[in-house]
């Protein structure tokens, strides 16, 4: 592992030994790894074969939003991607590098007077992230706006993947069967007057302020909607706004987050979401399956 840590540090990556992962989600839930690194995208594809090589897993996480990990810890290393590029503006197209967060990839396409991204004003994810759930809001999303992406493989591949390859979908896309790495974006943007563009934002921003629980941590929306459904307002009519298991529970602002009031765990939030299942399937008929990536552990047990 000494040795891991040396390339890893000559390759311009900071290391961390035994990270307790709860200080980088949303959620602030999460036990040890045992190695967390911050990797250059021009580093990352030797660094992931010597990893592989030595028979060490993998996981890669971005700003640590959408993710509740295990109290239990991960024994994977865990990866995160350095911004290294600027992000690179050019007539329509905006080019950033995956580990730049999608707020300040909105205000740089706002500055430049160009419109499409303007429902991700307020994501706290990376671009990657965004890419790889094809993240959206107020009716927009990022299959939108997306042209290419340059991705690294699980083999230590780099290839650039197009739009149509993607198989973008309600918060899906193709790089979450194939484990791809976003390691750089291309949009196409609409050219557009700054202060409409501005205006817009700041609304999304006051109507996320107004109507979710952003003094609470969280992983965000938590549930995926059903078909038909809102997912907030199945779960108010359950009865369940307020619903809490130690310090996690039903946002009584929207019924949609699942927040940590304070020392939430990670068997808090599953006792929640399982209950939340388990209810509304009883008295509704509807299955409701969590948006956030639940790591080192199942959702039933």
Request: hydrophobic share 40%; aromatic share 8%; with cysteine.
């Given at each position: 592992m000494?040795?891991?840590?040396?390339?890893?540090?000559?390759l311009?990556?900071?290391?961390?030994e035994?990270?307790?992962?709860?200080?980088?989600?949303?959620?602030?839930?999460?036990?040890q790894?045992?190695?967390?690194?911050d990797?250059?995208?021009s580093?990352a594809?030797?660094?992931?074969k010597?990893?592989q090589?030595?028979?060490?897993?993998i996981?890669w996480?971005?700003?640590?939003s959408?993710?509740?990990?295990?109290?239990k810890?991960?024994?994977?290393?865990?990866?995160?991607?350095?911004?290294?590029?600027?992000?690179?503006i050019?007539?329509?197209?905006?080019?950033?590098d995956g580990?730049?967060?999608l707020?300040?990839?909105?205000?740089?396409?706002?500055?430049?007077g160009?419109?499409?991204?303007e429902?991700?004003?307020?994501?706290p994810?990376?671009?990657g992230?965004g890419?790889?759930m094809?993240?959206?809001?107020?009716g927009?999303?990022?299959?939108?706006?997306?042209?290419?992406?340059k991705v690294?493989?699980?083999?230590?591949?780099?290839?650039?993947i197009?739009?149509?390859?993607m198989?973008?979908?309600?918060?899906?896309?193709?790089?979450?069967?194939?484990?791809?790495?976003?390691?750089?974006?291309?949009?196409?943007?609409?050219?557009?007057?700054?202060?409409?563009?501005?205006?817009?934002?700041?609304?999304?921003?006051s109507?996320?302020?107004?109507?979710?629980?952003?003094?609470y941590?969280?992983?965000?929306s938590?549930?995926r909607?059903?078909?038909?459904?809102?997912?907030?307002?199945?779960?108010e009519?359950?009865?369940?706004?307020?619903?809490?298991?130690?310090?996690?529970?039903i946002?009584?602002?929207?019924?949609?987050?699942?927040v940590?009031?304070?020392?939430?765990?990670?068997?808090?939030?599953?006792?929640?979401?399982?209950?939340?299942?388990?209810?509304?399937?009883e008295?509704?008929?509807?299955?409701?399956?969590?948006?956030v990536?639940?790591?080192?552990e199942?959702?039933e047990e």
């Amino acid at each position: 592992m000494q040795q891991l840590i040396s390339l890893a540090k000559s390759l311009g990556c900071d290391v961390e030994e035994n990270p307790v992962l709860a200080k980088y989600t949303t959620f602030h839930i999460g036990g040890q790894a045992p190695l967390l690194m911050d990797v250059p995208a021009s580093a990352a594809p030797k660094l992931l074969k010597t990893i592989q090589e030595m028979g060490q897993s993998i996981f890669w996480m971005g700003k640590g939003s959408n993710l509740l990990i295990s109290d239990k810890g991960i024994s994977q290393i865990v990866l995160r991607l350095k911004q290294e590029n600027p992000i690179r503006i050019s007539e329509k197209s905006l080019t950033c590098d995956g580990a730049a967060p999608l707020i300040g990839v909105c205000k740089a396409a706002r500055d430049a007077g160009l419109s499409g991204l303007e429902f991700a004003y307020g994501i706290p994810g990376s671009v990657g992230g965004g890419v790889f759930m094809n993240a959206g809001a107020y009716g927009g999303e990022i299959q939108d706006v997306f042209v290419a992406a340059k991705v690294l493989f699980p083999d230590g591949s780099v290839d650039t993947i197009f739009a149509e390859e993607m198989d973008f979908g309600y918060r899906h896309s193709a790089l979450m069967e194939q484990g791809g790495v976003v390691l750089e974006t291309t949009f196409l943007l609409t050219p557009k007057d700054k202060e409409e563009i501005t205006k817009t934002m700041e609304d999304f921003l006051s109507r996320r302020k107004e109507k979710q629980p952003l003094e609470y941590a969280s992983a965000g929306s938590f549930f995926r909607r059903p078909t038909g459904y809102y997912t907030g307002a199945l779960i108010e009519q359950c009865g369940l706004k307020g619903f809490r298991v130690g310090d996690a529970a039903i946002s009584e602002k929207h019924a949609g987050f699942l927040v940590n009031l304070g020392s939430a765990t990670c068997q808090d939030v599953k006792a929640v979401a399982n209950e939340v299942k388990r209810r509304v399937l009883e008295k509704t008929g509807v299955t409701m399956q969590p948006e956030v990536r639940l790591i080192g552990e199942t959702w039933e047990e």
